[in-house]
């Protein structure tokens, strides 16, 4: 399965942008485009949230009420990775933002029992 590792998190003032990478390692018989990619965070003593999710061939992309017209979610399928630009950044986005890939994409929500790999996180801090 394929191996994730989030980066680009870092310490951002209230309306500022940043943009999150997510590389996959995978097995000379895997392919990125074999999996629906998605973004979750969570903040310390709540329950990890989905935030956005798309397609293994990017045709669908979901986003949660909170990432509405705000973040965006892209793939780059050749150079295995998966993006989240987040622009209008407010102190309730601070968090670890993790990256999943998992095998199952659904229309109107994120299931976090849908995806099999996950990275480590990365931190978002949002100052106001």
């Known amino acids: 399965r394929v191996q994730v590792v989030e980066s680009g998190g870092g310490l951002v003032q209230a309306g500022g942008s940043l943009r999150l990478t997510c590389t996959g390692s995978?097995?000379?018989?895997?392919?990125?485009?074999?999996?629906?990619m998605a973004w979750f965070r969570q903040t310390p003593g709540k329950e990890r949230e989905g935030v956005a999710c798309?397609?293994?061939?990017?045709?669908?992309?979901y986003y949660t009420d909170s990432a509405k017209g705000r973040f965006t979610i892209s793939r780059d399928d050749a150079k295995n990775t998966l993006f989240l630009q987040l622009n209008s950044l407010e102190p309730e986005d601070t968090a670890m933002y993790y990256c999943?890939?998992?095998?199952?994409?659904?229309?109107?929500?994120?299931?976090?029992?849908?995806?099999?790999?996950w990275g480590q996180g990365t931190q978002v801090t949002v100052s106001s």
């Open positions: 798309i397609k293994w061939d990017g045709s669908e992309l």
């Open positions: 995978l097995t000379t018989t895997d392919r990125f485009d074999y999996y629906a």
């Open positions: 999943a890939a998992g095998r199952k994409f659904r229309e109107y929500t994120i299931e976090e029992s849908d995806f099999i790999s």
